[in-house]
Structure formats: structure tokens, C-alpha cells
């Protein structure tokens, strides 16, 4: 069983500070995507990343996938309000099955 | 908006009801799934259809059967459900079981 591990689980920060989530496994991952999701509502999806070592960035966030396809790292610099959510990283392994994190509940105060 | 609709978005009902969560997509995707999520748990996925096959049944008791009369549209069947299912429930489709997912706004489930 795949399993894969966020950190930390809660997260609340004033705006403007930056901040790095976590996602990591024992397993190896062909893809793995980031969702955010806000209460009562389905998890909107971010970005894939599939290459070892890929970097992406979206705006303020910046995603990060390891060299041995096994982690995954979302760095949000000067967060904001709106970035509040339920932040979920999502592994794809060798067959069709995504394996989902509890994930990090971030709060953004003003 | 991802393009996957799901209704309702609220549910109430007790254990001897028979209820249906319904799921749209016009995304032009071959695969559909019904996922749970329940507080401090992962996402479980429940079931996967692909070009309308069912693929995928995760140990998932009967009292939940799910339906894919075409590419498009799924639905979840709710009989004799218990407290313990209350959670939310979320479709999610993609082009194919191997691309990324998009997920609609879920069905919150509360059963009394």
C-alpha cells in the first residue's frame, strides 16, 4: 500500500510570510499533483509534476517534486487570504490509482 | 468551475431512505470516479469507471452501487446507509485512468 505522508498537518501564518509544505513517500510515483480545496468544496487541481527534480511555478507558488520521484515540496511566498485552504498532494504509482495525503490545512490571517 | 457538476450539493436522509448523488462532466473524459472523504482520513476511492466499465470496486459495501449509464453521467445509489457514512462525496473524471483528475464540488452526506 502506498501511502504518502503531508507536513505539516496545520498551518496558520500572518499574511505576507512565506511558508513550505510537505509531501513525502517510501514509494515511488510516476506523477504526482497538488490540489487545493476550500470548505465544502471539491479540491481544485494546482499542477502535475512528473519529472525527478522538476520545479513549476504558478504565480506565488512554487512545486517542487524529488529527484527519486518519492516527495514533493509547495513553497508559497508573501501568502495571502486567498491562499487559505486544504492543500493535497496526490501520487500516481505504477497503475492507474491516485494515492491521496490527509493534507495541510493552511490559514492566511490578514 | 472544473466542468464536473455535482447535485445535490446537500443531503440529508435516514437509514431506510434510498437516495441518488448525481455527476456530470462534458469534458469529453473517458473516466469517472466516486471518491469519500471523511474528516482526518485520505480521499477513498470508492469506484472507477472507464468507457463506462466498471474497473474499480474498492471493498465498498452494497448498500452503495454505483451507475454509469454513459460516458458522462454517473451516479452513486444510497439504501440502508449508516451514521458512519456521513462524509463528503466527490466525483472526479479524466481523459483517461492514467491523466489528471478534475473533481466537482461533492455531495455533503449527512445520515440520521
Known amino acids: 500500500t502506498q501511502l504518502l505522508e503531508q507536513s505539516p498537518q496545520f498551518l496558520s501564518i500572518q499574511e505576507g510570510e512565506n511558508l513550505t509544505v510537505y509531501c513525502n513517500s517510501s514509494s515511488v510515483f510516476s506523477s504526482l499533483q497538488w490540489y487545493r480545496q476550500e470548505p465544502g468544496e471539491g479540491p481544485v487541481l494546482l499542477v502535475t509534476v512528473v519529472t525527478g527534480g522538476e520545479v513549476k511555478k504558478l504565480k506565488r507558488l512554487t512545486f517542487q517534486f524529488g529527484d527519486a520521484r518519492k516527495d514533493s515540496s509547495l513553497h508559497i511566498t508573501a501568502a495571502q487570504p486567498g491562499d487559505t485552504g486544504l492543500y493535497l498532494c496526490?501520487?500516481?504509482?505504477?497503475?492507474?490509482?491516485?494515492?491521496f495525503g490527509k493534507g495541510t490545512l493552511l490559514t492566511v490571517n490578514p | 468551475e472544473t466542468g464536473v457538476t455535482q447535485t445535490p450539493r446537500h443531503l440529508v436522509m435516514g437509514m431506510t431512505n434510498k437516495k441518488s448523488l448525481k455527476c456530470e462532466q462534458h469534458?469529453?473524459?473517458?473516466?469517472m470516479y466516486w471518491y469519500k472523504q471523511s474528516a482526518k482520513k485520505p480521499l477513498e476511492l470508492m469506484f472507477v469507471?472507464?468507457?463506462?466499465?466498471?474497473?474499480e470496486n474498492n471493498s465498498v459495501p452494497s448498500r452503495f452501487s454505483p451507475e454509469c449509464p454513459n460516458s458522462s453521467h454517473l451516479f452513486l445509489h444510497l439504501h440502508t446507509l449508516q451514521p458512519e457514512d456521513s462524509a463528503l462525496y466527490l466525483c472526479a473524471s479524466s481523459l483517461t485512468m492514467n491523466t489528471e483528475a478534475f473533481f466537482g464540488q461533492g455531495t455533503r452526506l449527512t445520515v440520521v
Open positions: 496526490a501520487g500516481r504509482g505504477s497503475n492507474y490509482k491516485l494515492t
Open positions: 469534458l469529453g473524459h473517458n473516466a
Open positions: 469507471y472507464s468507457l463506462e466499465e466498471r474497473v
